[in-house]
């Protein structure tokens, strides 16, 4: 089983949809999570991190259960630019415990 | 602040040749590290510094790869004998600090034929 697990999609939305991705980790010692966010053809980017009690930026609100072990995004009101890939990220302790999952590729259509 | 900055961007070499990927990261951060993503496999760590010394290459795949930090402000990723297998987008990027995300550079897309 893979440390972080994410449905590769790809996810097709009409604008203006809520979309929610789930990432499962299997390793119950992980701290701490991120989202990043990858473009096409394009480096990876830090798009938040993911707080036991929730977290939220504009549009964008990730939430973390420790108990099942999976982490979300949830995206209100999607845009053309959401148009991407979404990568989940666990960290176990010490930078070689860091570990993205596959990514999940979205596609917001007009 | 100039990101991480890599080189060269895209690189096409034959098999057997030597390859060189450069990375420089950010200013004041005092981690570095070396990523392959491939379609099939994803993101995979494959060496990390941390104040310029090697702390875990166990992701290496193989003595054909080796990387160097001379440097608080240079690494290098070298390749030889490159194979086609080895065909991917290598990624460098620096942290701050434990438990901050990481910063990426733009990747160098290496094609072995």
């Known amino acids: 089983r893979k440390e972080v697990e994410q449905d590769p999609g790809p996810f097709n939305v009409p604008e203006g949809a809520t979309v929610a991705f789930n990432c499962t980790y299997s390793?119950?010692?992980?701290?701490?999570f991120f989202w990043y966010r990858q473009d096409c053809r394009k480096e990876p980017k830090l798009l938040m991190s993911v707080y036991s009690s929730g977290n939220e930026d504009g549009r964008f609100t990730a939430q973390l259960n420790r108990a099942s072990q999976y982490i979300s995004l949830l995206i209100r009101d999607s845009k053309l630019s959401d148009s991407a890939t979404y990568l989940c990220v666990s960290h176990s302790g010490g930078y070689q415990k860091v570990t993205f999952g596959i990514g999940t590729k979205l596609q917001v259509i007009p | 602040d100039a990101g991480v900055i890599q080189s060269p961007r895209h690189e096409v070499t034959e098999m057997g040749q030597e390859v060189t990927l450069r990375c420089k990261p950010i200013?004041?951060?005092?981690?570095l590290f070396w990523y392959r993503q491939t379609m099939m496999r994803g993101l995979e760590l494959l060496i990390y510094f941390n104040n310029n010394v090697p702390i875990d290459d166990s992701g290496m795949p193989e003595d054909r790869f080796s990387a160097k930090m001379p440097n608080a402000s240079f690494s290098t990723l070298k390749i030889q004998p490159s194979e086609p297998r080895d065909s991917a987008v290598y990624f460098c990027?620096?942290?701050?600090?434990?438990?901050?995300?990481?910063?990426f550079g733009s990747g160098t897309r290496l094609t072995v034929v």
């Open positions: 390793n119950s010692a992980s701290q701490s």
């Open positions: 200013s004041g951060h005092n981690s």
């Open positions: 990027a620096s942290s701050r600090e434990e438990g901050y995300g990481y910063t």
